[in-house]
């Protein structure tokens, strides 16, 4: 549609799971760091009102325990000795019905509520130089020493609360500093996320217009966007090597399969001429029966390689290797001797296990044998061994004394359809040997061509089977 945003810009920022952390995280430093500064607060300024209080006790202790003492006449002498030039500590002590003999440093009675424990916070006025006057806070305790007289002991908390102040400024301050530098940390971290994934988003959109070479560049930090990064780019790999793997398929079908598909037709057309002539008819059909086998033989073959090649890998299981080439031989030998050729067999007796799929790795080994037995000439003699090797591997080895393979044409070979002009008169479809490649390379193998001098030895080389899955030994009979 035309003037339609794109995706991108559609795309909403707070949206995204790296600004949402983000603020989470903020979210978290802010609770976490107000719980630490009001501990910090409520320790420190509550350690300065303990201390205030405890001194406040002290010296009504003091006084009460001289006023029982002494009497009030004593009392008030120290009284008024305490309060003497003092701007910290306050006191006020007054008798009822004797307002001559009040004496202190307060004017007058706090007009404060007072807790049950006669605990009191007020506010007083102190003098400054050019007669200013000056409101601070205090906190004093009054204590009725008996009827009719009272005494007022405090401390000036000007300075505790000049302290709780800058407290809540150095908090504010605080609070601020996290949340502007979290927010820029945030924003960068998002912006370079949101980097990232705006790549990844528009690679899998250049992916899905059909362009299979699209790669993400890997940074090498080991966090989930380079790992994600890595996995597209094994994924596109999959994809793109599958899919030129289907183009192979088709293009080789359309090529490879067009004179089968012609001869069939000219063969059925012949059929039709002649009619009246029933042998000739007969015959006709009998190509057509056998050019349509060979037909069937080669999609099998060529949906059986594309399944091999596509990665799923069947069920594996422990497979003796020794035992199954052992009964292919058997299969083979009476085709070998209609074909005038000597079977030779060598097996270890040592276990050669492998792990993985035994009917796949039979039809491999069938198709190998048919190969050798197809292409020797008669008198000669086919040579097949199974052996451990010591790094704990097994390897197959057919040899055949026939034309063998030229080196330069070994490696093309096991491309599908190839077949070389010596074998142009042979019966097949040129896929044995490709369909034995995709085994190998399913069950993480190696295979290599080598020169008999003369003829071709084929030897492939498997993994052995883990041993926890190494079938036990039976006891010999």
């Known amino acids: 549609m035309a003037g339609a945003a794109p995706p991108l810009a559609r795309f909403s920022v707070l949206r995204t799971s790296a600004v949402q952390l983000t603020l989470l995280y903020l979210v978290l430093v802010a609770i976490t760091g107000s719980a630490l500064l009001t501990l910090v607060h409520t320790m420190s300024v509550g350690l300065l009102n303990r201390e205030t209080d405890d001194s406040i006790q002290r010296e009504l202790q003091f006084l009460s325990a001289q006023f029982r003492r002494s009497g009030p006449r004593t009392l008030r002498h120290l009284v008024e000795d305490r309060s003497y030039g003092q701007t910290t500590s306050l006191y006020l002590l007054s008798f009822a019905g004797q307002p001559a003999l009040t004496t202190g440093n307060l004017d007058s009675w706090p007009t404060d509520p007072t807790d049950p424990q006669g605990w009191v916070n007020f506010n007083y006025s102190l003098p400054e130089r050019g007669g200013l006057l000056e409101t601070r806070a205090a906190r004093a305790q009054i204590v009725r020493l008996r009827p009719g007289l009272q005494i007022l002991v405090g401390r000036d908390i000007q300075g505790l609360r000049m302290i709780e102040g800058r407290f809540t400024e150095s908090f504010l301050w605080a609070g601020g500093i996290v949340l502007v530098l979290g927010f820029a940390g945030g924003a960068l971290i998002a912006r370079q996320s949101l980097l990232r994934v705006n790549r990844i988003n528009s690679a899998a959109r250049n992916v899905l217009e059909g362009d ?63 009619a009246h002539d029933s042998a000739k008819q007969q015959d006709a059909l009998d190509r057509a029966i056998a050019e349509a086998d060979q037909l069937i033989e080669t999609f099998n073959g060529l949906l059986e390689i594309a399944q091999l090649e596509s990665g799923v890998k069947p069920k594996f299981e422990p497979v003796d290797m020794a035992r199954l080439v052992r009964e292919l031989v058997e299969i083979y030998e009476p085709v070998a001797d209609d074909s005038e050729l000597a079977v ?44 451990a090797t010591p790094g704990g591997d097994n390897e197959f080895i057919i ?70 899955s190494q079938p036990a030994r039976q006891p010999s009979a």
């Open 212 to 274: 299979l070479t699209q790669r993400l560049p890997e940074r090498g930090s080991g966090d989930e966007l380079d790992r994600l990064a890595g996995t597209f780019n094994t994924m596109m790999e999959r994809i793109e090597g599958l899919v030129k793997n289907l183009r192979d398929v088709t293009d080789n079908i359309a090529h490879d399969l067009r004179t089968p598909l012609h001869r069939l037709r000219s063969g059925l057309e012949a059929a039709l001429l002649d």
């Open 344 to 387: 030779f067999v060598h097996l270890e007796e040592i276990p050669c296990v492998c792990f993985g799929h035994r009917t796949l790795l039979a039809q491999s080994l069938a198709n190998l044998l048919d190969n050798a037995i197809k292409y020797s000439s008669p008198g000669g003699s086919i040579r097949v061994a199974v052996r």
């Open 399 to 468: 040899a055949d004394d026939g034309p063998g393979i030229p080196e330069s044409e070994r490696q093309r070979v096991l491309d599908r359809f190839v077949r070389l002009s010596s074998s142009r008169d042979l019966p097949g479809s040129g896929l044995g040997l490709s369909l034995v490649a995709a085994v190998v390379r399913l069950h993480d193998g190696a295979l290599s061509l080598e020169d008999n001098s003369p003829g071709l030895r084929i030897r492939i080389r498997l993994p052995g089977a883990r041993p926890e």
